[in-house]
Each structure stands twice: as C-alpha cells, then as structure tokens.
C-alpha cells in the first residue's frame, strides 16, 4: 500500500471522538502491507486502516479481546488463513447498528493485525502449520477480499466491493 503520515491514519477515523494513538511510523515497510492495523498498547483495541480502490481510507476500531488457552490447539486467522500455534489470534469485534438493534460482529485474526507479514512469512515465525499452495497474489487477493467483507459488514463501506 502507499507510504500513509499520522495525519491520513488519524483522519481514516472521521467519527471517532477520541482519535486512535498512531504509533511510530519510522520503520514500518509499507511496501509488503495490504491494510495498516495495529494495537493499544494497552491490548484492548485494535485499528484498521485500509485503502480502497479510488485512493481513500477507511478506518476501523475493534474490540480485541486474548483468547488464551493453555491447551495446545491451533488457530486461524480468518483474514488471512494464516494457522496458528495456541495464542497466536485474538478476538476482534465491533458494534453494529443494524435495523433490530445493535449486533456485535467479530472474527478470530491474527493477534497482532499483521496478516500482510504473515502471508508473506516476515514474521520470523516458522510459516503457518497448514502450508498452501496458492501463490502470494491470491493470498493477497483473498486477504483484501476478507477485510472489505468485514468493513461492508461494518457499515464501514457502503458497497461489498
Ligand atoms: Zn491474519
């Protein structure tokens, strides 16, 4: 994605009261991402900036909560596929108002938000326990499709793109 200053990821967040903390940008490599998310240091939030087609940002806040386990098991990310030792994800969630109400929506993901290093395995880790066959295009291609899925859902985009 395009090199992004604190000034446009703070700005992909238009109704938030409270702007997200941006962390230091020095030495994020923006070549190998395809959204730019990251976590409170406190670990309860997540955020979510993602470009779309046309050159503009949409941002997300989420829920994080650990799901810690002490049994082995693995987890998968449901943006990215990426197959987890136990620990590896986290919950994301967020509020929706829907015509009944308000729902909560929410995904297992990567723990982290860093699909886009997992897909390309960057994250030092050993790849992920299920390995595939798909190249990294499609992986990209499913990932983008993932998170804009879960934006429309969101009420983030107007359109399922
Ligand atoms: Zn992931």
Wanted: glycine share 8%.
């Amino acid at each position: 994605m395009q090199p992004l200053v604190a000034e446009q990821l703070r700005g992909a967040f238009p109704l938030e009261k409270r702007k997200p903390v941006v962390p230091n940008l020095q030495s994020v490599d923006w070549t190998v991402l395809d959204y730019f998310g990251w976590v409170h240091p406190a670990g309860h939030r997540g955020y979510l900036v993602m470009p779309l087609a046309n050159g503009e940002l949409r941002g997300l806040v989420l829920r994080r909560s650990q799901t810690t386990s002490r049994r082995r098991r693995y987890e998968m990310c449901s943006w990215c596929n990426h197959v987890h030792r136990t620990n590896g994800t986290a919950m994301f969630s967020t509020l929706v108002r829907g015509t009944d109400g308000r729902v909560t929506i929410g995904n297992a993901m990567c723990r982290n938000l860093d699909c886009s290093l997992r897909i390309r395995n960057l994250c030092g880790d050993p790849p992920g326990y299920m390995g595939e066959t798909i190249d990294l295009e499609s992986k990209v291609q499913r990932l983008q499709a993932a998170v804009y899925q879960f934006l429309y859902r969101a009420d983030v985009l107007s359109d399922p793109i």
